[in-house]
């Protein structure tokens, strides 16, 4: 089971960083990757990371602000947000799954952590 943690209440231009644990499977063994939604609309990808964080991949509207990362003796996945603005306002999932960081398919879920960006 993937447990994500490191959400909270956070004021516009601040950062975050979100952890995503991973205590039962072989951590090493996926590819992961950061899912956000909101209410009323599909989930959205953010980022992904190989196997061995050799390479990432970011959706477009993304990149510059997120950055993904792995710690795989720790067993955990981070996304660093940077300069937050109210529209990162989300519930961000983690996943594990399959292939190369550019064509990453979840199959495990995290249970999702909110963010709140303040204006």
């Known amino acids: 089971q993937l447990i994500e943690s490191g959400g909270g209440l956070v004021q516009a231009g601040g950062s975050l960083r979100l952890s995503c644990t991973d205590p039962g499977r072989t951590f090493s063994s996926y590819a992961m990757g950061w899912f956000r939604q909101v209410p009323d609309k599909e989930r959205e990808f953010v980022a992904a990371?190989?196997?061995?964080?050799?390479?990432?991949y970011y959706a477009d509207s993304m990149k510059g602000r997120f950055t993904i990362s792995r710690d795989n003796a720790k067993n955990t996945l981070y996304l660093e947000i940077d300069n937050l603005k109210p529209e990162d306002t989300a519930v961000y999932y983690c996943?594990?799954?399959?292939?190369?960081?550019?064509?990453?398919?979840?199959?495990?879920w995290g249970q999702g952590t909110q963010v709140t960006v303040s204006s």
């Open positions: 996943a594990a799954g399959y292939g190369a960081a550019a064509t990453f398919s979840p199959k495990y």
């Open positions: 990371i190989g196997l061995f964080a050799a390479s990432a």
